[in-house]
Nanobody
Framework: QVQLVESGGGSVQAGGSLKLSCAGS????????MGWFRQSPGKEREGVAL???????RYADTVKGRFTISKDNVKNTLDLQMNSLKPGDTAKYYC?????????????????WGQGTQVTVSS
């Protein structure tokens, strides 16, 4: 059974840092696009950072230069290092697996989701 479990969320003041982690099981990380999405109340789920099967990364414009996505294909883990956090980053963050090796921002390209972890940034 394919499963993703996130950890590392919490509350932090603006300018602070958090690191999210996602542990996967039931498949190989190096065969699929992996990513982080986020969703806040009343808003649609949006892509934050993606990493494809070759290690190529993509970031939303709102997080470029502040967030870093990385994965370990041996341990089947996916991390998101978040620095210089802003109140606008407050959301529930989800780890996800795509349906193929390449990445896209469309939410319906992602078939496996974790339960999410809350990130709250106060001003």
């Amino acid at each position: 059974q394919v499963q993703l479990v996130e950890s590392g969320g919490g509350s932090v003041q603006a300018g602070g840092s958090l690191k999210l982690s996602c542990a996967g099981s039931g498949y190989s990380y190096n065969s699929y696009c992996m990513g982080w999405f986020r969703q806040s109340p009343g808003k649609e789920r949006e892509g934050v950072a993606l990493v494809d099967s070759t290690g190529g990364t993509r970031y939303a414009d709102t997080v470029k230069g502040r967030f870093t996505i990385s994965k370990d294909n041996v341990k089947n883990t996916l991390d998101l290092q978040m620095n210089s956090l802003k109140p606008g980053d407050t959301a529930k963050y989800y780890c996800t697996r795509g349906a193929s090796r390449s990445c896209a921002w469309a939410v319906d390209m992602y078939t496996i989701w974790g339960q999410g972890t809350q990130v709250t940034v106060s001003s």
